[in-house]
């Protein structure tokens, strides 16, 4: 004789199916993030990088994948430690200006926010951390600092020659009057 079990498994494979299109979305949605977005774990490894982050500082994730990533200028350190305290509390934040080198060692101007990471039961795992480049940003501050201080130049030259002006004015009519009483002779 045969004897047969049969077990219904379709509503464990439909699970595994939208486990994975939900993983699929995710990995879509973070590799479409223009900005370097990294997930470290809790003790600062990185899980994964996006391919922003890969542009924008040269890394790939097959090198950064369970290190830490050591891309922290010296003057950058005590803000940093202030980020990662924050983490650690389970606290997010946004728009921390600061520091990074890239791969070349080259600095970069970044704007930080991150977000913990937390499991199901809702214990914190890691951090999600998005770096915006903002290079070109400062770049453009800085130029439209100088130009502000070039037109506070030209506005304090014009106000000056135009006082100058008014003085010359003055002392070029008094000498016409004198010219005119003058005797040909």
Excluded: C
């Amino acid at each position: 004789g045969i004897i047969a079990i049969h077990r219904d498994i379709s509503a464990r494979k439909r699970a595994e199916e939208a486990l994975r299109d939900s993983e699929e979305r995710y990995r879509t949605i973070l590799e479409a993030v223009p900005d370097p977005v990294v997930l470290y774990d809790m003790v600062g490894k990185v899980i994964y990088i996006n391919p922003a982050f890969t542009r924008v500082f040269g890394w790939t994730l097959k090198e950064l994948m369970g290190k830490k990533l050591d891309f922290v200028p010296d003057d950058a350190w005590p803000e940093t430690l202030e980020m990662i305290k924050l983490v650690k509390r389970g606290e997010n934040f946004t728009g921390i200006e600061t520091r990074r080198y890239n791969k070349k060692k080259e600095i970069i101007d970044i704007s930080v926010s991150a977000a913990v990471w937390l499991d199901l039961n809702g214990k914190p795992m890691g951090s999600v951390t998005n770096l915006r480049d903002i290079t070109e940003n400062k770049k453009m501050e800085t130029q439209l600092r100088h130009a502000q201080k070039m037109e506070a130049v030209g506005t304090l030259a014009g106000g000056v020659a135009h006082d100058f002006n008014n003085i010359l004015q003055g002392i070029s009519g008094y000498v016409q009057l004198i010219l005119l009483k003058k005797k040909p002779d």
